[in-house]
Nanobody, 116 residues
């Protein structure tokens, strides 16, 4: 059974940091491109960051560049999102996604709230 389980969300003050994790099971994690998405209330889901399956190449949405870092550990079947310099507009539910060809898996999401 395929599972993606996110954790690490919570409440943080503006300017603070959070580290999200997503543990995968039920498929060959190392073969999949991994992405983090987020969805704020009343807004469409948007891609935050992506890391390739081979070589670990990364890419980020413009508003996250320099603040967020995506990484992966293929031994632990885990993808991470380090978020620094958080802003109130980063408040959203954050989802991890695994994709390879026609296969596309999603986690249940973890809430991140940036507020003073």
């Amino acid at each position: 059974q395929v599972q993606l389980v996110e954790s690490g969300g919570g409440l943080v003050q503006p300017g603070g940091s959070l580290s999200l994790s997503c543990v995968a099971s039920g498929f060959t994690f190392s073969n999949y491109r991994m992405r983090w998405y987020r969805q704020a209330p009343g807004k469409e889901r948007e891609m935050v960051a992506v890391i390739s399956s081979v070589g670990g190449r990364t890419n980020y949405a413009d508003s996250m560049k320099g603040r967020f870092t995506i990484s992966r550990d293929d031994v632990k079947n885990t993808v991470y999102l380090q978020m620094n310099s958080l802003k109130p507009e980063d408040t959203a539910v954050y989802y991890c996604n695994a994709a390879r060809g026609a296969y596309d898996y999603w986690g249940q999401g973890t809430q991140v709230t940036v507020s003073s």
